[in-house]
């Protein structure tokens, strides 16, 4: 054993070593720059919150000293250590320019300019009074920049004066109109009174008033236009702010113009000239528009539900922008342009011009996966997808795809069950909603109308085959960026069993889970999914992403015949047991980031099935399942519960089923942090289980239930965590995910002995063969 004082010396030695490795490469008379530190002197602000601005402030200065982990410059360590490379490749190359970074010197910073910088940023916040000064310290080869911030009193807002809404003699009427309305967008002012001084409000304030005007006709209208006068002498660290008209304004950035003619070439080449004139008889007239398109390429239809503006309508840049979006997000057209041009007739009237350049109406796409899973299932699959753009002249999507794949395990439990699978889809989907009533919509995104047919007949070598065919039609929408919402009006899905083999059979009678593996299932009943997500906000400390899911079968049919599975009275169609159930999930996730590279991720998912009437359980395809690459990571795919019940195939040399629920609570967290170049790693802890809403109580024998899966009030008690570490590779294209994982407590285990955390024995094969669980993936996990 080390002694311990003889490790500490140690392990100091070499961090002194490291250090000096850091320095010794420096050019004669350089000092390495170790960063700049800001000191706020204001008796009138709390601690915290010139702590708040002496952070805000460092952030500002340049250069940015070497990176560091702990502490520790490794990125200048590989530097130095790579030396001056001979060729411009190599290792030594790599090594220097992709894993390490040339040293800040301290010469490289100019103290005077991050003084100026740190005043001006003072002052744009209110602190007019502000005095800085700039000074450096070093040490041992290292230098460091110190600068000193004085900020005397912060100015606040004492009034905000906007254009009084009163007629002048001296001002043409478009200008008192455009004061008006100026006037009329006080209410939302971001200037309040008691605020203090920014620069950068004001700065917004002139852009959010510019975006009114720009929705009330404005076209012309540049928040240039506007000076925010500001007084600085009007009262103790007061200021006022008055909105004035810039004298320099040109005549039609005072007018509102309104839209006259609507001009669409929907089948434009970008290398024709938009002064090209064309045959009166190729001028198709619909509503307000006139489209150009000689080769009736599209129904005018689709100008209805995406072009916002109409002739007569006052210009707004609102209509505008969602006029462009819808044509963008109708997935047809390659480039969407438009202008607007001054009529040639009519004072303050715009033309408007729109020119579309449509994708390839018909495209076909190949594509082969890879595929493995945490239950050592490793395969491949092809995908072949035939589609139209334009199926019926009115953007409609018509795609056929067809696919084909093999999972295979080359050792473990279920080596020789191998998994076939083939398909097919077809599906369609209309740009619109199509409804017996009108449902209105204006968001920037097109709603659509889907519906699909499919079928899949999957394989398991030496245990059977399922047929499965599945019909939808359902409503896809959003309301914004953040939101969207699917509502399938009915969704279809009949599951048939085939080539049921004596061996699953035989096992399949001492288990009731097998057998409703390969029980027929009839599902048929709406579903509705919301999301919301904002972690397109790259930038904000906290992110978040909701999905809520509700589905339902069998409900009103299984009322109106009476269905009582558990009473011995179920209820036929066409011969098939129908599933009567109400099945909702919530999967909650919350993103902190803590700064560029780093961030801490966790997930919570709460799923409630609840059968009755004509289901005892919820059917197989409809269950809830736990474990896995995306799941809880320290075991098998589909491997825990339900509860504490445990499969006693999983200790025997035997196929190994999935166990799946009628309920599921899972909670995941994971920091990750960029470690260099590509290279992410992170650190997670996974936590969950699934149960049954009733007691199993299988085929009425002792042995095929599953004791231990009905959910309880010691649920908690139940559940199953794991822990482990992992990398990613982050390739901007994919993300290849590796993570090696192991459980801390095991629900299957009696009471009191879950915890497994004295078992855990790295250095022991057999422990690393039953505990250690790799995970292979694409993707984050959540």
Known sequence: MINKPIYYLFITALLLAYGCSNTKHLPAGEMLYIGGEVKVKDSLLSRKERKAMEKELEDLLRPKPNSSVLGLKFKLYFYNLAGEPKKEKGFRHWMRTKLGEPPVLMSQVDLDYNADILQNFSENNGYFKTRTSADSTSKAKRAKALYTVTTGKQYKIRNVTFPVDTLSTEKDSTEVNLEKAI????????????????LDVIKQERERIDNRLKNRGYFYFKDD??????????????????VIIKNETPARAKKVYHIDDIIIYPNYSLSENTEKKYPRDSVQEYKDFKIIDPEHTFRPIIYDRTLFFHKGDIYSRRDHNLSLNRLVNLGTFKFVKNEFKPSDSISAKLDAYYYFTPLPRKSIRVETLAKTNSANYNGSEINVNWSNRNAFRAAELLTVSVFGGL????????????????????????????????????????PRTKALVSYEYQKRMKLYALNSFRGQFGYLWKDNVREEHQLYVTDINYVSPANVTDEYNQMAENNAALQRVIDKQLIFGPSYSYTYTNTMQKRKKHTFYYKGALETSGNAVGLIMGADAKGGNPKNILGVQFSQFVKMEHDFRHYLRLNDNSQIASRIIVGVGAPYGNSGELPFIRQFFVGGTNSIRAFRARSIGPGSYRNPDIDANSFLPDQGGDIKLELNTEYRAKLFSVVHGAIFADAGNIWLWNKDEGNGTDDSGRPGAEFTGKFLNQLAVGTGAGLRFDLSFLVLRLDLAFPLRKPWLPEGERWVFDDIDFGSRAWRKENLVFN?????PF
């Open 407 to 446: 999972e295979v395990q080359v050792s473990g439990q279920n080596r020789g069950y191998n998994v076939y699978r083939v398909g097919g889809e077809t599906s369609i989907v209309w740009p619109r909603f199509i409804s017996p009533i009108h449902i209105a919509d204006s968001s920037a995104f097109v």
């Open 776 to 780: 292979l993936a694409i993707g984050y």
């Open 183 to 198: 006037a009329r967008t006080k209410r939302r002012s971001l200037l309040k009174k008691g605020d203090p001084y920014s």
């Open 225 to 242: 236009y506007l000076l925010m006068r500001v007084d600085s002498t009007v009262g103790s660290y007061e200021t006022d702010i008055k």
